[in-house]
């Protein structure tokens, strides 16, 4: 696709006609069956049906999806129509059970859905996972209305397939302002820290997401895909449910923030994604993770609130040991 020109500070991820012929070698069709390190920290440019055949099997430690939900949504090439609900769990359980062959008896997977798709996606995911938790996050962009309650939520259900699993609680940590900080008898902070940048401490995650920003045009993370989620978002997930050098799949991958969310956090992955050009975005995202490892809103190893860049930029010096012994 030929590179457009943009408004002054539009940040929003592009490739050239040039760039496009290379990106697409990196590509994978199969048309085999195949070992898992044939498939490791690729882009796999196929529909999801015609690619599981050949996958092989218990390969992932984590997996993520964010499936089309049950509205009408045109993805560059496919187009996606709203359906009544008992179709829309038979779409929903045609690759979920296929997903199940793929996953490591200690493996966890993330499902994506919105306040339609919500409760059909936990119907069929409790036929084959056991389910930890559902997560709601606010989705801080979108419109209002005049006849409803604007739509600023989505729900991602935590599914595992055994009570063994990983979850790594220090590794996700928020860090946010005390708005009325309280002091012990001896007039010292409890349970947080003053610094130059302000008054903040460490908290356990929940599982409501109030920090999350959307990808918009300034950001260097954005694309042209739809429905892409922040890369912030895969961090939690990722760094919760994996472990370095793990594989974390992605069955719809979109532009890639999956993917290339475990490269920058020293997971592997694999990827499968059927719109090419949403594939040769993916990997140009991935060439560019080579060089900025960085994840907006993620720093010192720990989640900030949104609208806090100025004061992650004043805490240059990171975090001091005894910080991350407080907790809720």
Same mark, same amino acid.
């Given at each position: 696709?030929?590179?457009?020109?943009?408004?002054?500070?539009?940040? &929003?991820?592009?490739?050239?006609?040039?760039?496009?012929?290379?990106?697409?070698?990196?590509?994978?069709?199969?048309?085999?069956?195949?070992? /898992?390190? $044939?498939?490791?920290?690729?882009?796999?440019?196929?529909?999801?049906?015609?690619?599981?055949?050949?996958? /092989?099997?218990?390969?992932?430690?984590?997996?993520?999806?964010?499936?089309? $939900?049950?509205?009408? +949504?045109?993805?560059?090439?496919?187009?996606?129509?709203? &359906?009544?609900?008992?179709? $829309?769990?038979?779409?929903? @359980?045609?690759?979920?059970?296929?997903?199940?062959?793929?996953?490591?008896?200690?493996?966890?997977?993330?499902?994506?859905?919105?306040?339609?798709?919500?409760?059909?996606?936990?119907?069929?995911?409790?036929?084959?996972?056991?389910?930890?938790?559902?997560?709601?996050?606010?989705?801080?962009?979108?419109?209002?209305?005049?006849?409803?309650?604007?739509?600023?939520?989505?729900?991602?259900?935590?599914?595992?397939?055994?009570?063994?699993?990983?979850?790594?609680?220090?590794?996700?940590?928020?860090? +946010?302002?005390?708005?009325?900080?309280?002091?012990?008898?001896?007039?010292?902070? +409890?349970?947080?820290?003053? &610094?130059?940048?302000?008054?903040?401490?460490?908290?356990?995650?929940?599982?409501?997401?109030?920090?999350?920003?959307?990808?918009?045009?300034?950001?260097? @993370?954005?694309?042209?895909?739809?429905?892409?989620?922040?890369?912030?978002?895969?961090?939690?997930?990722?760094?919760?449910?994996?472990?370095?050098?793990?594989?974390?799949?992605?069955?719809?991958?979109?532009?890639?923030?999956?993917?290339?969310?475990?490269?920058?956090?020293?997971?592997?992955?694999?990827?499968? @994604?059927?719109?090419?050009?949403?594939?040769?975005?993916?990997?140009?995202?991935?060439?560019?993770?080579?060089?900025?490892?960085?994840?907006?809103?993620?720093?010192?190893?720990?989640?900030?609130?949104?609208? &806090?860049?100025?004061?992650?930029?004043?805490?240059?010096?990171?975090?001091? @040991?005894?910080?991350?012994?407080?907790?809720?």
């Amino acid at each position: 696709m030929q590179e457009k020109k943009t408004a002054p500070g539009n940040r &929003t991820l592009t490739f050239s006609v040039e760039e496009e012929k290379r990106l697409l070698s990196n590509l994978l069709k199969l048309n085999e069956k195949v070992s /898992p390190g $044939y498939i490791l920290n690729k882009t796999i440019n196929q529909d999801f049906f015609d690619a599981v055949k050949y996958l /092989p099997d218990k390969f992932a430690d984590l997996v993520f999806v964010d499936p089309p $939900y049950n509205l009408y +949504k045109e993805f560059n090439s496919m187009k996606f129509k709203q &359906t009544d609900d008992e179709s $829309y769990e038979e779409y929903l @359980e045609s690759w979920l059970k296929e997903i199940v062959r793929l996953m490591k008896p200690e493996a966890s997977i993330y499902i994506c859905g919105d306040w339609r798709s919500s409760s059909a996606i936990y119907r069929v995911a409790k036929k084959y996972f056991q389910i930890q938790n559902r997560i709601t996050w606010e989705r801080e962009k979108g419109r209002g209305a005049k006849s409803n309650w604007k739509n600023c939520i989505e729900d991602i259900w935590f599914c595992t397939l055994s009570k063994n699993y990983t979850f790594n609680i220090e590794a996700v940590k928020l860090k +946010k302002r005390v708005i009325a900080p309280y002091k012990d008898e001896n007039r010292k902070p +409890k349970d947080w820290n003053e &610094t130059a940048s302000g008054n903040y401490r460490i908290t356990h995650p929940s599982n409501i997401w109030t920090d999350i920003s959307i990808p918009f045009w300034s950001m260097p @993370e954005n694309t042209s895909h739809p429905t892409q989620k922040p890369e912030k978002l895969l961090a939690k997930i990722i760094l919760a449910s994996s472990n370095p050098g793990d594989v974390v799949f992605d069955p719809f991958l979109g532009s890639g923030t999956t993917s290339v969310v475990a490269k920058k956090l020293k997971r592997n992955y694999v990827g499968i @994604e059927m719109d090419t050009h949403f594939s040769c975005l993916a990997e140009k995202r991935l060439e560019l993770a080579e060089h900025d490892k960085s994840i907006q809103g993620y720093s010192a190893g720990v989640f900030w609130e949104r609208n &806090t860049l100025a004061e992650q930029m004043k805490d240059k010096t990171g975090l001091t @040991e005894n910080l991350f012994d407080l907790t809720d």
